[in-house]
């Protein structure tokens, strides 16, 4: 941890030290009404997922504008959004390991939690963490509808995981977990169409087949900011687990919108310094891997259409131009990164300003929650 903030608030923008994690508040908060204005009239509610942000000033801030509670991936991460007030939590992930169920259930007599499942030992094993605690736990059958990472397969695999959940006195069968990662970045607008549509066929199929065995399904979640308009009209899903929307990153940002995407706007930004000018044809700037992510590319310089960042090394970004006097030593720049999640993950606090002015230092007080 920096043993000094690079801001405070009533700062002017000019003197911010760098690199920093800057949220533009007015996008912000465009961006949190678009999403409710989005869902507005639809009989489907938003779970806001918060490993894109990590922070509770944000999480409460979704949930003062209609999100019934937030997703999160580890139990550490929902731990301290449980302290910070969100009392309806669902990870969506798989967890193993009796030091996480045991602060699983825990966490289940502060808060609703839910959990998602793909293996009956899973199942067997929340039942007597949930047991050994006097709580009940709402768990989900994650169904594989097209990220092929974790999941059932679709149908009958579904209802034997359904139909035990529902045998045990200690859990609660809560639904499908339906999420298809990797529709979120097709960049074709008919391509995400076409993807969302058949994890909806998947996710129809599922909720059939578990409710002919006379088991109610109530929920049937997922959906990300890429393709949620699609989950939202699909019919089927009920619940939208969007979290990037608050921020927009570079990657998104990449998409093809379609007709009857939602506009979001670019609000998080890392704040760099030009640190060299070694050479006429580029200059070396103060954010690097570790004040950025790059696992989805290279972040883009906003409203800089002149300068190109290449290259990223611990500490160094090396960002190409073809005009000599376009940056000068000193010169301040916004990055727009490439992948949001990880980049949040790398600092303290947002700096959250509007228009010239910093207003506020939200803590990312779920930094680091890996456990």
Known sequence: ???WHA??????????DTPSLILDLDAFERNLQRMADALRGHDVRLRAHSKSHKCPEIALRQVARGAVGICCQKVSEAAVFVDAGIQDVLITNEVMGDVKLRHLAALASRARIGVLVDHPQQVQALALA???HAVTLDVYVEVNVGANRCGVAPG???VRLALQIAASPTLRFAGLQCYHGPAQHLRAPQDRAAAIGSAAQAARMTRQAIEACGVAVERVTGGGTGSFVHERDSGIFD???AGSYVFMD???GDNQRGEGDVAFEHALFVRTTVMSRATATHAVVDAGLKASSVDSG???VWQRGDLRYTKAADEHGVLVTADAAALSLGDQLMLVPGHCDPTVNLYDELICVRGERVEALWP???RGALL
């Open 239 to 241: 619940e939208i687990q």
């Open 156 to 158: 009958d695999e579904a």
């Open 1 to 3: 941890m920096s043993p």
């Open 250 to 252: 570079r990657d998104y």
């Open 364 to 366: 990312i007080a779920a």
């Open 298 to 300: 290279m972040p883009t």
């Open 130 to 132: 949930a047991k050994a």
């Open 7 to 16: 801001a405070q608030p009533g700062d002017h923008l000019g003197v911010i």
